[in-house]
């Protein structure tokens, strides 16, 4: 099964959309380079501006989501479970 970044990451939320799934992978890159010291000490390089900073760390989230994803799709292609009896 082909993973869809548009498709909503919580297709049964009753309450409005939900997230896509390249937003929802994203947000979670964004969180765990926010909360890694050592990754955020090279995104936030002496002499960058706050909102240099901010481009970067987002540029890198979407990055990283997108490779999930498309690794996600590549394994799917290779490693697809045979059908539920």
Same mark, same amino acid.
């Given at each position: 099964?082909?993973? $869809?970044? /548009?498709?909503? *990451? @919580?297709? =049964?939320?009753? @309450?409005?959309? %939900? +997230? ?6 994203? !947000? ?5 380079? &926010? *909360? %890694? *010291?050592?990754?955020? &000490? $090279?995104? !936030? *390089?002496?002499?960058?501006?706050? =909102?240099?900073? $901010?481009?970067? +760390?987002?540029?890198?989230?979407? %990055?990283?989501? =997108?490779? +999930?994803?498309? %690794? +996600? $799709?590549?394994? =799917? !292609?290779? /490693? ?6």
């Amino acid at each position: 099964m082909k993973t $869809n970044p /548009d498709e909503p *990451a @919580y297709p =049964d939320r009753q @309450y409005g959309p %939900s +997230l896509t799934k390249r937003e929802l992978f994203a !947000a979670m890159a964004m969180q765990g380079i &926010s *909360a %890694s *010291a050592p990754a955020m &000490s $090279n995104i !936030a *390089a002496p002499g960058k501006r706050g =909102d240099e900073c $901010n481009k970067m +760390l987002t540029k890198v989230a979407v %990055s990283l989501a =997108d490779a +999930l994803i498309e %690794s +996600l $799709n590549q394994r =799917d !292609a290779v /490693d697809t479970p045979p059908p539920m009896p």
